[in-house]
């Protein structure tokens, strides 16, 4: 039997298998919908927890944990920062050091409470970041190579030699021509000077030169936002004997807090070891990975001059990306597996880690929701797809929507489907302050990060948030990847254009990978994931299409894997031209030859082109492998991203934008069954025999699908689901910042789960005529909610606490007396219904839609939804007492069918805004005590535009009817 089919049949009869990472997940379609209501709580997204001095106390780290079960979340990493305050006995404040047996105390407790709750821990493996602290000696700091040009004048015989710095060695001595501020680094002669009594002896010389000396040093950089006792130099992440010390000096003692139960995993942030070029052995490392010796060559390679300058940059810095794979990621990985935890990494930034480097480490995790553009989030993404890690995670929400407490729920959905339709399935929410007893509200804030505890007043509505997180994460883990392109990432180029101090191929690849190629592959239906050379020789994984950007440097085996790849039928295109150079230095001239031999071969065999630029890639690609889903219009606005099931293919879309999306598409996948599966409560809406729409939002205006020539229709199928199945057009509406999940399957899927309730208590959906229905409907409103509302504040207490009618619904920040007001504003009113008009198949209380935004706020950092809700920002909806659902993104609709009645109906609407109102209203905290104390280890973002939001109901409210035409 062919192997494929074995394994689609191995898959279909067992159903379920466990992932290296331990995470049950799913191959068929049976499979995968019977968890969809109550998925498991492994999909929960988690919090950083951040410690604050740290001054925890047990009592409150208790009720933390509480509220973020409370809230759906599934977890915490610990992560201890700066302080926020000086010790204050009378208030309980004090700061603990960080590795005291107090603090190692207050870890320990929370461990053996984390799992009475059955809540997720991981750890970091360090205070703030990069790793580093007090036991970092200076010999094992991040180090760089200082260059130090002196001028020699016409006749010297002497100069004096650089200070040599404690942690410093000089490494080489050149003299050439020219003078400290110009000279030609490809002149300049290696030269042993003999010294004495801080001198250098040289031969004189009738002109004017210059001595320049290459030193070993050290970056200086301190460990960022790190908690007391925490603080000290970074260590050198290129030396092995720093990592071993770190692990030795703060894993072990953390580990050892965690006792007979480690924590799930242990935690790196993203490598920020600024400057970093150079480790003590560097030159030893280099000649035996590279063949040649590098030290004739240093002003070469740190003056950017002469032809040879980019061959020998790229030698240079992958030697680095060589040493921080073995010295670093693979013994902090290998010390996680022996101390039974996982290794969970952000493996981009500084030094220069490649994807290929996150195969190194169990749980790759991203940062940055630039679905668009080149990413980090994809960069670990990718890996997973490539690596067989099937949990991927990202850091998420960092700076959304600044300053602190301004972020909303559909912020935070916002920037999470993005992190969904590059791969994510796992959300590390950025963050949780830890707030001690008795903190004036809104309690503490991270310097950069959005707040997401308890002390947000639309908390009300973070169940609901969490469940369509947790839903989308256990979706997108299920089958296996599937997407059709790959990007091949030009390393080499990237490593040749690096300069002295900023070794980074994360930061520099989007020169490379531009915005215009990423929309180009995007827009041409596919979605991408990324590849390099190591990937492409060891992953396993083929794609049907691969991209080479702007690739100039590769080495001989890479194009005749990609050689091997076309004559297997794989299709190659080239953005901008063929690879024409070695990657680097020795034996360049021979190399290069045998890759124009080589590039010359691979660009005559078919299915392999060269496209001019960036912007004549979409075309190519469209003709090199069909659409996977094609959309027809406003294409920059819809997402999507596909997992392939045994049995079928699982769809999630999103509108990215800001405004409405009406259009049409093609899906090419073939199955005989088409259903909608709701993400936010995981009711099922099979596309019935009469579908005229994938719409959930507007059914009745969707276009009628014709079927393509040439379609079969499977027996028993209806027509449309065929098609939507088959690759036919279909309308697709989806309201701003709207998102759901398309299932096409071989087999009828489970019975639809109709009129049932949000897990979470969210909005009932579902029902026939609901959301992801397909017969034609009609809407008309039935009362529209212009008046009778009453408003009232019951945590505010006095006569705000008392209701009052309301003539128009404006916001409550514009009056004085609830300027400053942050929480839950309940509006009231009773509508009287009579039993013929509650006949309708459906009734939708409608809020109105939000209005988009034409051009960013002022926004300095990070991002946010581009839409000014008509409710600010969340609200929950109860008729007649009871809970008819949450409202916190579009479509602002509840369906109240079955909680109306004949007569009097009582309709309440609880309304949270933002803490920021409430702190608008504070003066900003005194630091200057707390950094005369500790040095000033933060500064809070964005302050000057802490302002009260608009807040409350301020929409069109209607009742609305659907009836079937």
């Known amino acids: 039997m062919n192997k494929k089919y074995l394994w689609l049949l191995l898959c279909v009869t ?9 995470v049950t997940h799913y191959s068929t379609v049976t499979e995968v919908q019977r968890h969809l209501a109550s998925p498991p709580d492994d999909a929960r997204p988690m919090v950083r927890w951040w410690w604050f001095g740290p001054a925890v106390v047990k009592p409150q780290l208790e009720r933390e944990m509480l509220a973020m079960k409370q809230g759906g979340f599934g977890g915490f990493e610990i992560q201890p920062v700066y302080p926020m305050e000086l010790d204050d006995p009378a208030r309980g404040i004090r700061n603990l050091p960080y590795l005291s047996p107090d603090f190692l105390d207050a870890v320990s407790f929370v461990n053996r409470k984390a799992h009475d709750y059955k809540l997720r821990v991981d750890m970091t493996l360090a205070s703030g970041w990069p790793y580093g602290g007090p036991n970092v000696p200076v010999t094992e700091a991040a180090s760089r190579l200082r260059v130090a040009p002196v001028d020699l004048p016409a006749g010297a015989d002497a100069v004096a030699l650089p200070a040599i710095g404690s942690g410093e060695k000089l490494v080489a001595t050149f003299v050439g021509a020219g003078d400290a501020k110009q000279f030609d680094a490809t002149r300049l002669a290696l030269t042993e000077l003999p010294s004495k009594d801080g001198r250098a002896r040289v031969a004189p010389a009738a002109e004017k030169r210059v001595v320049v000396f290459y030193i070993a040093s050290r970056t200086g950089q301190q460990v960022k936002r790190a908690a007391l006792g925490a603080e000290g130099f970074v260590l050198d992440h290129l030396s092995r004997k720093a990592i071993d010390h770190h692990l030795s000096t703060v894993a072990e003692p953390l580990m050892k807090a965690f006792g007979k139960q480690p924590p799930y995993a242990v935690f790196s942030d993203s490598l920020e070891v600024y400057n970093t070029d150079w480790t003590d052995d560097f030159l030893a490392e280099f000649q035996r990975r590279r063949g040649y010796d590098l030290k004739p060559y240093l002003p070469v390679v740190y003056s950017g001059q002469g032809p040879d300058a980019g061959a020998l940059r790229r030698d240079w810095a992958l030697t680095q990306t060589e040493l921080v794979n073995e010295r670093y990621l693979t013994p902090v990985d290998d010390w996680a597996k022996k101390h039974n935890t996982r290794f969970r990494s952000q493996t981009y ?19 940055g929701p630039q679905f668009r553009e080149f990413s980090f989030t994809r960069l670990a993404t990718s890996a997973g797809h490539l690596y067989g890690r099937n949990v991927i995670s990202a850091e998420t929400w960092t700076w959304l929507n600044s300053p602190a407490f301004s972020a909303t729920p559909l912020d935070m959905k916002v920037e999470a489907d993005r992190m969904l339709l590059q791969g994510v399935n796992l959300f590390i929410g950025h963050g949780w302050p830890y707030t001690p007893p008795g903190a004036q509200e809104p309690g503490y804030a991270f310097y950069a990060a959005a707040v997401f505890n308890n002390h947000q007043p639309w908390w009300n509505v973070m169940p609901d948030v969490t469940a369509y997180l947790q839903r989308t994460s256990y979706l997108l883990r299920q089958g296996e990847p599937a997407n059709d392109v790959a990007l091949l990432l030009p390393n080499d180029d990237v490593y040749a254009e690096s300069q002295p101090a900023k070794v980074s191929l994360s930061a520099e690849m989007h020169k490379h990978v531009t915005p215009e190629i990423m929309t180009q592959i995007l827009d041409a239906g596919h979605n991408v994931d990324f590849l390099d050379a190591e990937a492409l020789r060891d992953s396993g994984k083929r794609y049907p299409l691969i991209v080479l950007p702007h690739v100039t440097r590769m080495a001989p085996e890479t194009l005749e894997l990609l050689i091997k790849h076309a004559g297997a039928g794989g299709k190659v295109i080239a953005v901008g031209g063929k690879p024409s150079l070695a990657p680097g230095f020795r034996d360049a001239a021979a190399v290069t030859a045998r890759v124009r031999t080589l590039s010359e071969r691979l660009f005559a065999l078919p299915g392999v082109r060269v496209v001019e630029d960036d912007a004549a890639l979409g075309a190519a690609v469209g003709g090199a492998v069909a659409p996977d889903l094609r959309v027809s219009s406003q294409a920059s606005a819809v997402g999507f991203i596909r997992r392939k099931l045994a049995d079928g293919d699982l769809y999630f879309i999103a509108n990215t934008s800001n405004r409405e999306v009406r259009t049409t598409v093609s899906v090419a996948a073939r199955r005989a069954h088409a259903a909608w599966w709701n993400p936010h409560d995981g009711t099922t809406t099979p596309i019935s025999r009469t579908a005229s729409a994938l719409s959930s939002s507007a059914p009745e205006q969707a276009a009628q ?42 087999s009828a899927q489970l019975a639809p789960a109709i009129a049932a309730r949000a897990a979470a208590g969210g909005t009932r959906v579902g029902t026939p005529g609901g959301p992801g ?9 039935l009362v529209a909610l212009d008046g009778g509302w009453q ?18 619904l404006t916001s409550w920040a514009d009056d004085p007396a609830t300027r400053y007001y942050s929480g839950i504003g309940v509006y009231t009113t009773d509508i009287a219904l009579q039993a013929s008009q509650l006949t309708a198949t ?6 109105g839609v939000g209005t988009p935004l034409d051009s960013t706020p002022k926004v300095p950092a990070g991002m946010r939804a581009m839409l000014d809700s008509p409710i600010r920002e969340a609200a929950v909806v109860y008729v007649n007492g009871q809970r008819a659902g949450a409202v916190w993104h579009p479509p602002y609709q509840v369906d109240v069918t079955k909680l109306l009645k004949p007569g009097t109906n009582r309709i309440e609407v609880q309304v949270a805004n933002l803490s920021i109102n409430m702190l608008a209203g504070q003066e900003r905290p005194d630091y200057r005590l707390l950094s005369a104390r500790y040095g000033q280890r933060f500064v809070p973002q964005d302050t000057h535009l802490i302002t009260p939001r608009p807040s409350g109901m301020l929409g069109q409210v209607r ?7």
């Open 959 to 965: 009742l609305l009817t659907e009836n079937a035409q």
């Open 773 to 781: 229905a397909t017969d034609a409907r009609s809407e008309a409103t």
């Open 791 to 808: 408003l009232s504040f019951p945590a505010a207490g006095g006569t705000l606490a008392q209701p009052r009618a309301l003539s128009a």
């Open 705 to 746: 699908a014709q079927p393509a020539a040439g379609v079969a229709v499977a027996p028993g199928a209806g027509a449309a689901a065929a098609a939507a199945a088959a690759g036919d057009s279909l309308a697709l509406v989806l309201s701003p910042y709207e998102s759901r999940v398309l299932v096409l399957s071989d």
């Open 842 to 847: 459906r009734i939708k209380l409608d809020f």
């Open 14 to 22: 067992a159903g379920a298998h466990a992932a290296s990472d331990g």
């Open 349 to 367: 930034g500084e030094p220069a880690v490649s994807l290929s480097s996150n195969r190194l480490v169990a749980l790759p995790e991203g940062e």
